[in-house]
Nanobody
Framework: QVQLVESGGGLVQAGGSLRLSCAAS????????MGWFYQAPGKEREFVAG????????NVANSVKGRFTISRDNAKNTVYLQMNNLKPEDTAVYYC????????????????WGQGTQVTVSS
């Protein structure tokens, strides 16, 4: 079993930046692909970005491409989401998740989830 804890969310003005972190427990972190998702009030959870177990392959949603970057540090059991040029429509709860397969943009493929961290972007 893997436990995930997100941090780094907060309130930021449009155009600003945040870096989210997701710390994972378990000795097998470096065998899993990881994903970031977001969920706005009243909306479904959506894929933001994914990264393979060794960091060689990443997958970023078109809506955030060029603004968000996913990375990981297996020595620290942590995956990051660097968010630049934030927009009000990025406001949501952000979740990290684990999958034993490829980091594809499908919620159902991910087996373990963190509790989420709130990101609020003011205009």
């Amino acid at each position: 079993q893997v436990q995930l804890v997100e941090s780094g969310g907060g309130l930021v003005q449009a155009g600003g930046s945040l870096r989210l972190s997701c710390a994972a427990s378990g000795r097998t972190f470096n065998t899993y692909s990881m994903g970031w998702f977001y969920q706005a009030p009243g909306k479904e959870r959506e894929f933001v970005a994914g990264i393979s177990w060794n960091g060689d392959s990443t997958n970023v949603a078109n809506s955030v491409k060029g603004r968000f970057t996913i990375s990981r540090d297996n020595a620290k059991n942590t995956v990051y989401l660097q968010m630049n040029n934030l927009k009000p429509e990025d406001t949501a709860v952000y979740y990290c998740a684990v999958t034993s397969g490829l980091p594809l943009p499908r919620v159902g493929l991910y087996t373990y989830w963190g509790q989420g961290t709130q990101v609020t972007v003011s205009s």
